[in-house]
Nanobody
């Protein structure tokens, strides 16, 4: 079955950069929509960025536009999130997710598969 494993989280200072990776196994996810969600210490999971497998449409939450870039490498069956100019508000557990169909509604409940998350801590 499909498994997703995130990596790349860590402790950084405000203004630093990190690149998160999501490695998929079990089957090729090239036709699947994929995305990143995050959960802050006091909140529920929220949408961060998404990318469709068919058509390549990309979506970002307003708070990360211009700072984060989502991408995918189908040959490696891996998705990435490049995070620049990190802020303390970005501190959260970041989750990789995938959807068998095209990503339309940007909420966690539409995703079919989830990773366990990777922690990003931004100090200030």
């Amino acid at each position: 079955q499909v498994q997703l494993v995130e990596s790349g989280g860590g402790l950084v200072q405000s203004g630093d950069s990190l690149r998160l990776s999501c490695a998929a196994s079990g089957r090729s996810l090239s036709p699947y929509a994929m995305g990143w969600f995050r959960r802050t210490p006091g909140g529920a999971r929220e949408f961060v960025a998404g990318i469709n497998g068919i058509g390549g449409s990309i979506f970002y939450v307003d708070s990360v536009k211009g700072r984060f870039t989502i991408s995918r490498d189908n040959a490696k069956n891996t998705m990435y999130l490049q995070m620049n100019s990190l802020k303390s508000d970005d501190t959260a557990v970041y989750y990789c997710a995938a959807r068998r169909r095209e990503l339309t509604v940007l909420i966690p409940t539409v995703m079919d598969y989830w990773g366990k998350g990777t922690l990003v801590t931004v100090s200030s």
